[in-house]
């Protein structure tokens, strides 16, 4: 088994690698701007900033890991390290998240003056390294670690887009109060990207089948290819993002040779990659008079 097949591609990692120097940058730009400005927004996005670079350098480390090879302990390589480190990326977007409600909910209490002309600039900034930051991974975001990344850097892009509406109304106004609201709904923002992030994770952890397939599909298409009697303890999972994989029994009519079976197997698996993409396969074909020795437990149903 190649345990690297699959992994991350030197561009990929290449795009990682610009966009966490990108991020740093940023970060200390931002951070500087919210302190001398007093903006709590601006230091909600240099704080996202700063998880995003966390993430980001643990995404470059993932893609890297996921593309050393198989051992006999490790027989599916590292791939799951992307996932591990999504989920992780994902939790300490929660984490944040939280503390922005908190310290809006403390600002909008007791309002600060906020310096909107240093605000505005540094936020625009922001937002020009957020979009070349997007330009740089949307054509990676196939790989999940790649797109919890990239989700860090979309949510940091609607922070700074908000951030300079609030900075436009508060130098319009003097309703320092828009500053900890923004922050509210930066927060929000952020949640929400964490929980999708989050759930798609653990799909992958818990080898839900992945979006897009459904068991019932994959079992019709299966017993399509001539005979094919009947289908059970049939699993389609991820081994990680874009990779999915199967195994079930299927049963052939009776009568069957032992070279007729290799040419029904060719024709079950060019299916299941035409159809739906599934190179991973492992098949059991079984005989109408076969006796499973033992009890076999699976979600599959059983089709013929």
């Given amino acids: 088994m190649n345990g690297a097949a699959g992994c991350s591609s030197p561009e990929d990692q290449r795009r990682l690698t610009w966009a966490a120097g990108l991020t740093a940058g940023i970060l200390v730009v931002e951070a500087a701007g919210g302190i001398l400005s007093h903006s709590l927004a601006l230091l909600s996005d240099a704080g996202h900033m700063m998880v995003d670079l966390l993430a980001l350098l643990l995404s470059l480390l993932a893609v890297r890991f996921a593309c050393r090879p198989a051992t006999d302990r490790k027989t599916f390589g590292y791939h799951r390290l992307e996932i591990l480190a999504a989920l992780l990326n994902g939790s300490l977007l929660v984490v944040l998240s939280l503390y922005l409600f908190y310290e809006a909910v403390r600002r909008l209490i007791h309002p600060q003056v906020v310096d909107t002309r240093l605000m505005l600039g540094v936020a625009g900034v922001g937002l020009l390294a957020n979009l070349i930051g997007i330009a740089l991974l949307s054509p990676s975001r196939r790989n999940l670690t790649v797109r919890s990344a990239l989700l860090h850097i ?3 892009a609607f922070s700074s887009v908000g951030v300079i509406l609030g900075g436009l109304v508060m130098q319009a106004t003097g309703w320092y109060r828009a500053d900890p609201l923004l922050s509210l709904l930066i927060g929000g923002v952020i949640l929400w990207g964490a929980f999708r992030l989050m759930r798609e994770a653990c799909d992958v ?7 897009g397939l459904a068991l019932p599909d994959v079992s019709r298409a299966i017993a ?4 094919v009697v ?3 303890d049939l699993h389609v999972w991820s081994l990680t993002t874009g990779r999915p994989a199967l195994s079930g029994h299927v049963v052939v009519r009776g009568g069957v040779s032992l070279a007729d079976t290799d040419h029904i197997l060719n024709r079950i698996k060019s299916v299941l990659e035409a159809r739906f993409g599934i190179c991973h396969t492992t098949i059991q074909l079984e005989s109408e008079a076969y006796e499973e020795v033992g009890e076999v437990h699976g979600a599959g149903e059983e089709v013929g």
Avoid: F, R
């Fill in 154 to 156: 979309l949510g940091d």
């Fill in 205 to 211: 952890l818990l080898e839900a089948t992945p979006a």
């Fill in 224 to 227: 399509s290819v001539s005979e």
């Fill in 230 to 232: 009947g289908i059970h």
